[in-house]
């Protein structure tokens, strides 16, 4: 690869010869017939993924009426059915039933299900703050539905019950996707991407909005310097902007182009392209998360057996290697032992593709 003037690395002509130059361009050709190929594969796919979430369906709603007491399970129900296998089980869940509480017939489902299992993310976990748990309180069910048409996607659907915090029963975040190639740059194809992420409006009770917090301010008067506190809104931190959308218009900025070929960046727009990028990045992992992970398997992150790792990357050890450091640096020996690699831990993080 050369860097060109602006510092931008390029690929690095090759010279060959014209007969060679032939074949190679025929290779490429080859190359875009395989591009169309993964594009209608992933479009199949996609389609494949529809089918197969309808069959769910049944199994989450009766997850719903379990965890929000509208269906008691039979003591058959009841048996966790791999009991004789627990011993063998790598992680297990540690569900006891305690002798010191008395039996609660008042108790309706599995209390506060959704926000325990939230909680017990890293991702999802880290955004939830202290004032956004009464609410979450609240949350009944999460589900995914599917568009097995153009534009395909999915849309997060967040149940709740009656509240004194806004009006809504169902708050939702949709994503679109594409599973067509850039025409511009056909060879960058890497399966199919979001390119849109739409929220909704949550209609908050009076002086109910926790996404805003009311902060005094002096101003000064120019000509007659007096002071006047005034009372205006700003925005904190809370779980509750995940339902805004991105970007103003939900169209993530690297696919601005694609979507409409006319399309020019501007200059100025830069910068405030590049915030928006990564604001539309992170609100694609959360919402990603929510699909691949919480929804399908949130009882699991509820008792504790899956844990969500996805903050760490391949550059996190643990403790074990630090040990090791530590008595590389002592015996100021180095070793190629197996023993002494660092190991890295796993993690449930996804790439970018829908």
Known sequence: MEKSQNGVEEPTPISLPKEVVKRVNALKNIQLTMVDIETKFYDELHRLECRYAAMFDPLYAQRELIVNGNYEPTN????????????????????????????????????????????????????????????????????????????????LEFHFDPNEYFTN???????????????????????????????????????????VKLVKKKQKHKSSGTIRIVTKEEKQDSFFNFFESPTPDGIRPSYRHILDPTYVPKEENEEQDEEDEELYEADFEIGHFFKEFLIPKAVLYYTGELVDESGYDDEDYDDDEDENDQNDEEDEEETDDEDSKPRVKKSTKKSNKA
């Open 169 to 211: 029963s169902v708050l939702t975040k949709t994503y679109e996707l594409t599973t067509d190639k850039d025409p511009k740059d056909p060879f960058a194809y890497d399966g199919p991407a979001l390119y849109k992420s739409i929220g909704c409006i949550i209609n908050w009770n009076p002086e109910k909005n926790i996404t």
């Open 76 to 155: 058959e129900e009841g048996k966790w059915a791999l009991e004789e296998l627990a011993g063998d089980m790598e992680k297990k869940a540690v569900i006891t039933e305690s002798l010191s509480i008395p039996e609660c017939p008042s108790v309706r489902g599995i209390p506060e299900f959704w926000l325990h299992a939230m909680k017990s993310t890293e991702i999802i976990g880290d955004a939830i703050q202290e004032h956004d748990e009464p609410i979450l309180k609240h949350l009944r069910d999460v589900r995914v539905r599917f568009r097995d048409s153009i534009p395909y996607g999915y849309t």
